[in-house]
């Protein structure tokens, strides 16, 4: 990832892939990906929105949603309070409904710089309400995973959000409405094994961060050497669990063919991951 500092005080910076020194202007211009090695560096989720939906059709939705402190976590409303300034967010998740080359969606984004996107009380409820607008309104969903996993200053009310999100996503899947989630560096952890592996199509951008446990974690319990590309998208993707992997410039295009083609007929299209 790159280091935080703006492009009128800093005109360069280095690529976290590469190492290369990009100029700042151009590294914006180019959707935070490196013109040499092709590194996606995470993306804020303003970006995200308006290099993927069309021109001011975002309208946000259930923005005054914010966590608590259900157990008097020590400084836990502090980072919390710190994160709603650097970000200007709430929460991890931005949810809203958004056109698509015209079509209407219903759509949800993760921003990793509130706190590592972490999944509490709150974000959990704007996927639920994203996944269940788009049943309500028969349109589809997407949904750009960022996320370190659950949050745990919120305990065990974090951890129902797996459970809350994916029963959302079987409601959308009996809607007969299409839902579609796309893979950004890091998708992991409670995240991972919830909402984000039931889509009917999962998208990635490259070399996305993608796994359960940390390399760290896993290093620990003793698991056996695994491969130099474990626990990355090309890694998932050749193991079947991701559709495809998407450049950042295409994805836009492709979510919006995806769209197209499966609200044609799509009470025959979908759910095939869902069952």
Same mark, same amino acid.
């Given at each position: ?6 492009? %009128?005080?800093?005109?360069?910076? %280095? ?7 990009? &100029?700042?202007?151009?590294?914006? %211009? ?16 303003? #970006? ?38 650097? *970000?200007?967010? &709430? =929460? ?15 759509? @949800? ?36 995973? /960022? ?21 959302? @996503? #079987?409601?959308?899947? #009996? ?24 889509? =009917? ?6 070399? /996305? ?18 491969? =130099?590309? &474990?626990?990355? @998208? ?8 991701? =559709? ?19 609200? *044609? ?11």
């Amino acid at each position: 990832m790159t280091k935080r500092t703006s492009t %009128q005080a800093e005109p360069f910076l %280095q690529c976290a892939g590469c190492k290369k020194i990009l &100029f700042a202007m151009e590294f914006e %211009q180019n959707l935070r990906v490196c013109p040499h090695c092709g590194h996606h560096h995470r993306l804020p989720a303003r #970006q995200r929105i308006a290099m993927t939906f069309d021109e001011g059709s975002f309208e946000e939705l259930d923005a005054d949603l914010r966590s608590g402190n259900p157990l008097g976590f020590p400084d836990y409303q502090d980072k919390l309070e710190a994160a709603e300034a650097r *970000t200007g967010f &709430f =929460d991890s998740v931005v949810s809203g409904r958004a056109k698509l080359f015209d079509a209407p969606v219903s759509a @949800a984004v993760a921003d990793f710089a509130f706190m590592g996107g972490s999944m509490g009380s709150a974000a959990g409820e704007k996927i639920a309400r994203t996944l269940e607008r788009a049943a309500e309104e028969h349109i589809p969903a997407i949904v750009f995973c /960022a996320s370190g996993g659950a949050r745990m200053q919120e305990g065990l009310l974090s951890l129902m959000q797996m459970a809350k999100t994916t029963a959302a @996503a #079987q409601r959308c899947a #009996q809607s007969g409405c299409p839902y579609f989630a796309v893979f950004t560096d890091p998708t992991m952890a409670g995240v991972l094994a919830s909402y984000a592996s039931v889509a =009917d199509v999962i998208l990635a951008e490259p070399k /996305a961060l993608v796994g359960f446990a940390g390399a760290r974690v896993a290093k620990q319990a003793g698991v056996g050497k695994v491969p =130099d590309d &474990f626990q990355t @998208a090309e890694y998932a993707h050749a193991h079947g669990m991701i =559709d495809k992997i998407v450049h950042r410039k295409e994805m836009r295009q492709t979510l919006g063919t995806l769209v197209k083609l499966m609200t *044609t007929g799509r009470r025959a299209t979908v759910g095939s991951r869902r069952g």
